[in-house]
Every structure is written in C-alpha cells, then in structure tokens.
C-alpha cells in the first residue's frame, strides 16, 4: 500500500511534506471513528449515569409482567431521553461529550503507544487440547499485554472521564459549576488537589482487570474442552466465544464500573454527589457496601424495563 502524504505535517529539509505510513493513517481513522461513536452513544450513557446517581425525575407507570401480574415501570431510555429534551433541548442531550471524547481519544493514543513501546512477541496460535499448556500460556501472556494497555489507558484518560461524569450530573441540580474543559480542570485541582482527578480511578481499574481475565479465560477454556474440533462450524463457535463471554462478563464486573462513576461525582459540591441523593463516601469501599446493603450494586445496569425495587414499591390494586 502506498504511502500518504499528511498535509499538517513539518517539512522536510528538502521542502517536501513528511510521510506518513499506512499504520499511522489507519490510527488516524480509527480515533476518527472511535470519536463518532462516542458521539452516538453519549445520550445512553448520559441517561445511564443520571440513574445511577438516583435521579428519577419522572414518577412509575403501572404495567404487567410476563405473568400477566400488575408491577410498577420506572421510565425507560427513550422516556427519560425526551424528558432531557424537554428540560434542555437536543443539544442537552449531549451535556459533558467534549471531555468524553478527548478522554476516549486520549484512551485510544495511550494503548497504540504503550502497544508500540511494548510490542506482544507473536506465538504460533494453538487451540488443540493437546497442546494445553502452550495454549493457555499464549493467552496469560497476551491479557497481561491488554491489561498493561487498558490500565495505562485508563490512568492517563480517567480525568477527563471525572470532568465528563460531572458535566453531566449538573442536569440534576441545574448548575453551572463544571463547563469548559480547562476551566473544569482549574477548578478540580484548586478545590481537590491532583487526587481529584483520579477519584473513582481504582474501581475502575479493578473493573478492567477483573473483565480482561475472566473474559479470556474463560473463552480459552470454553474453546479448548467445550467445543470438538470434528465439528464442522467449531472455527466459526471459536470466533465468537470471546464476544459472548464479553457480554456475560461486563454484566457481572458492571458494579465496579457504578462504584467508580459515582466515585467521580461523590462530594464535589454538586447535588447529585450529596444528600438525600447519595451519603458522603470516604472511599470506594464504603460506597460498594453501602449499594450492597441497598441492594443497587447493579442500578442502571438495563435502561429499558426498569421495576420499581421492592424496597421503594407499594401495593397495587
């Protein structure tokens, strides 16, 4: 593949442009593309964190389970998304996605770089049970590469994350405190110190780490002893089986990924982050225990058929 010239780039002695390799422009594109999709899919996180953090603006319906019996609906995504455009307009449906979009860019620069700085030594790909032990040493040594990327990644975006997470919890309490990017990390680090910007950070990483390991583990060993090699579309089952597991594992690390949200807006003079809304946490332990108490380590986790915890219900005639 030829090479493309990038118009931004200094010249060279010779008065010609520097050039710009096929791996460099297909980065290029894939920040591009990462930062679209992060544009497209900030309304659903948007009305994800507003109920993690138990803002319910809207009151229940009544509705019917699968057994036909009478139980009380929270608001759905597209409810709650209208209700926002109501309260804010279109564009208020996109409160806090410039840091979000710097933060995910950030993130996708950190693991191309740490994955260049440290490149992974290729190993012949094995997935016969005979070869067990190689196998399965191939697939520790490259999760502990992913891991290395994803928690470099994670440290080094995680700030714009907590200036993105507060942008969008003002819609609660309708303040103005957290706007512009610089102007939000002046306040942080005026009002917090350089540990502001990491609040929520370890829960987070734990998250990561946690979902890394299980998610390829356990697709290792579903492909190995699981599915028979005599079976005609088994090549086909293995390509998936890491997908699957994917989704099976976020559901299960999601609560990391509660605690740490709200970690980031807990205590930072907002009232989202403050009673009644939420108690004052002196760490990310205490907010853990306090959801498990609650029985809401996993509120947020469907935005399309939300109950009423039983907790918070009263009897249905």
Request: net charge positive.
């Amino acid at each position: 593949m030829a090479a493309l010239y990038s118009p931004a780039a200094s010249p060279r002695p010779e008065g010609r442009p520097e050039l710009v390799g096929p791996a460099e422009g297909a980065d290029a594109l894939f920040v591009v593309l990462g930062a679209g999709f992060t544009a497209l899919s900030h309304p659903l996180l948007y009305v994800k964190l507003l109920v993690q953090v138990g803002h319910e603006p809207l009151p229940p319906t009544l509705g019917r389970n699968v057994l036909g019996r009478k139980v009380l609906y929270l608001p759905g995504f597209f409810t709650y998304a209208r209700h926002i455009v109501k309260v804010d307009g279109k564009t208020g449906l996109f409160r806090g996605l410039t840091p979000r979009i710097l933060s995910s860019t950030l993130s996708t620069i950190t693991r191309g770089s740490v994955k260049k700085a440290f490149p992974l030594e290729d190993m012949e790909h094995v997935s016969n049970k005979d070869d067990m032990k190689t196998s399965l040493r191939k697939v520790m040594k490259e999760t502990s590469h992913e891991m290395l990327m994803q928690c470099v990644s994670r440290v080094i975006s995680h700030p714009l994350h907590v200036i993105s997470m507060r942008c969008m919890v003002q819609f609660v309490g309708r303040e103005v405190k957290y706007s512009g990017v610089f102007s939000s990390i002046s306040r942080i680090f005026k009002e917090e110190g350089i540990l502001g910007f990491f609040v929520g950070l370890v829960p987070h990483l734990l998250g990561d780490v946690v979902f890394l390991w299980c998610c390829n583990l356990l697709a290792h060993f579903i492909n190995t002893y699981a599915v028979d090699d005599n079976f005609s579309q088994a090549s086909v089952i293995r390509s998936y089986t890491k997908f699957v597991m994917g989704i099976a594992v976020s559901m299960l690390t999601y609560p990391f990924l509660l605690v740490g949200d709200l970690m980031a807006v807990n205590n930072c003079g907002l009232r989202a982050g403050l009673p009644p809304y939420s108690p004052v946490f002196t760490s990310w332990i205490h907010c853990w225990r306090h959801l498990s108490a609650q029985g809401q380590l996993f509120r947020g986790s469907s935005l399309l058929f939300r109950r009423v915890s039983a907790a918070a219900s009263f009897p249905i005639d």
